[in-house]
């Protein structure tokens, strides 16, 4: 398996934690930055991780921010990205279960460290259920199609 992660500064403690989590689990980790605790704007981020998903160069991304809701809007608007920012263990469940999620959203401000890797760990194993599920992700994906033909 392979994670993209990035953060901007509000994010970036808590990104290093998780990427040794990650790695102490033998996950590859691609390191997207930001590498320090200097103000940058967290949509650069976004957009690098959200779209080496989409490429298929990472399997999952994860996006942190002060709250996790910026990474999440922005992450979202890079095609065949379905974002959610989470900040329980049920909604990161479910984010994979019901929703097919491919990045994992969290705030930096807002989980602790504990919490932020519980979190994580669900997510990455919690499958898409498909079924009635896949039926929504087909909406989601004819209306990425509809909105890129419209001026």
Not at 34 to 60: F, N, Q, S
Not at 79 to 108: E, F, Q, W
Request: with cysteine; proline share 3%.
């Amino acid at each position: 398996m392979r994670i993209a992660i990035g953060a901007d500064h509000a994010g970036y403690a808590l990104k290093t934690i998780l990427i040794a989590h990650l790695q102490a689990q033998g996950i590859e980790v691609l390191d997207f930055g930001t590498h320090g605790l200097d103000a940058v704007d967290y949509p650069d981020y976004a957009r690098a991780v959200a779209e080496a998903v989409a490429r298929g160069e990472a399997d999952y991304g994860v996006l942190i921010c002060g709250t996790g809701i910026g990474m999440s809007i922005t992450a979202n608007k890079v095609p065949g990205i379905r974002a959610a920012a989470v900040s329980d263990v049920y909604t990161a469940k479910m984010s994979r279960a019901h929703n097919n999620a491919n990045i994992l959203c969290l705030g930096g401000r807002v989980v602790g460290p504990g919490l932020a890797q519980e979190i994580l760990d669900v997510w990455l194993r919690t499958p898409f259920e498909g079924g009635r599920h896949e039926r929504r992700i087909a909406k989601i994906r004819a209306l990425e199609t509809d909105c890129g033909k419209r001026p």
